[in-house]
């Protein structure tokens, strides 16, 4: 299995076949598994949906590493129509944004204003704006932005980070970011890391991911603990039992289209739960992500369309 997932690491970097793949209808058929559409409708149409099941939803419109300052602001126009779209429709939802799609690699003080520019109208329609964690050449650059925008006057509670469990240096991070009030969502990480900065074995990563998702749940702020593994769900509920945590001072968090039955039942026990719901043309590197993570999606798909 590490190495399917590495090939599809791999894959995921691999520019011709992204090309063919985005243009082609039936691998956009294939990635409507995991991607809920190509336009901002498509979108708002799904967080509908899940909104109507009583779960909330982080919408993230697609793309890495823009090359122009034109293509960096384009990326956060979508974000402020997704801003004034979920207040006007009073969705229980908010966005995720990736800070290379958001000029990082052109020039750190342009992402700083463009996502500041975002979390100030954040606030203005008291939304809340997440910023994802990309690899780990960004993972310092990414907490001083978040926690210097934090720290703007009227910012506090609208704008949080992402920590990788699979890094060694997380529950540090976690430390500092917690003692300034940030909002953090734990994951796994889903880049390719070297053994120097981040666990290799599976083992050790969630090891880590309950221990970091302790620091969280006693932290007094609300987190969301992303993950679909039912061992670090049931490793949550063990420590919201023994610690008398309130269920809902914080959330599970889960990808659009996998383990809908999860999220449904967590819904059940009296959990919150957010969907991060991913859309747009530059699905390829996300969709190759998550069959990373689990190959055998590869067959899940191929039957569902041998179906249609
Ligand atoms: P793990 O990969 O160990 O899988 C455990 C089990 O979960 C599998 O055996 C399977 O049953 C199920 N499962 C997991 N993935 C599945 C899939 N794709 N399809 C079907 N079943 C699956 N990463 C990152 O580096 N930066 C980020 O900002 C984010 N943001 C983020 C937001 C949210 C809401 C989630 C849920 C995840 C992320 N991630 C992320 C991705 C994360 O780091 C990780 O790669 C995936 O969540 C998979 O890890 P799991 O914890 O689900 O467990």
Request: some cysteine; glycine content about 6%; charged content about 20%.
């Amino acid at each position: 299995m590490p190495i399917l997932r590495s090939a599809f690491i791999a894959l995921s970097r691999n520019a011709s076949l992204r090309r063919f793949s985005e243009q082609s209808s039936l691998g956009r058929a294939m990635s409507s598994r995991f991607v809920a559409g190509m336009q901002v409708d498509d979108v708002l149409c799904a967080a509908e949906s899940i909104h109507a099941q009583g779960i909330a939803a982080t919408l993230d419109s697609l793309g890495e590493n823009v090359s122009t300052p034109e293509e960096a602001r384009h990326s956060a126009d979508i974000y402020h129509r997704l801003l004034d779209a979920i207040h006007q429709r009073g969705l229980n939802a908010n966005v995720s944004v990736k800070l290379t799609q958001m000029g990082m690699d052109l020039g750190h003080d342009l992402a700083e204003q463009i996502v500041s520019e975002l979390v100030q109208h954040a606030v203005t329609v008291n939304s809340f704006v997440r910023v994802d964690m990309e690899g780990s050449e960004y993972t310092q650059a990414t907490i001083d932005m978040v926690r210097r925008l934090h720290a703007q006057p009227g910012n506090q509670g609208h704008v949080g980070i992402v920590i990788q469990a699979y890094l060694h240096r997380s529950a540090q991070d976690i430390a500092t970011l917690t003692a300034d009030g940030i909002r953090i969502r734990l994951c796994k990480g889903a880049y390719k890391e070297p053994p120097s900065v981040a666990f290799p074995d599976k083992r050790d990563v969630d090891g880590n991911f309950v221990k970091l998702t302790q620091m969280l749940l006693t932290s007094g702020i609300y987190h969301g603990i992303a993950t679909h593994d039912e061992e670090m769900i049931a490793a949550t509920k063990r420590i919201v039992r023994q610690k008398g945590i309130g269920p809902k001072t914080f959330e599970f968090q889960m990808l659009y289209g996998v383990r809908r039955d999860l999220q449904k039942s967590l819904i059940q026990e009296g959990f919150n739960v957010r969907v991060y719901v991913p859309f747009g043309t530059e699905w390829y590197p996300y969709f190759m992500r998550r069959l990373a993570e689990r190959p055998a999606n590869v067959l899940f798909i191929a039957r569902n369309m041998l179906k249609k």
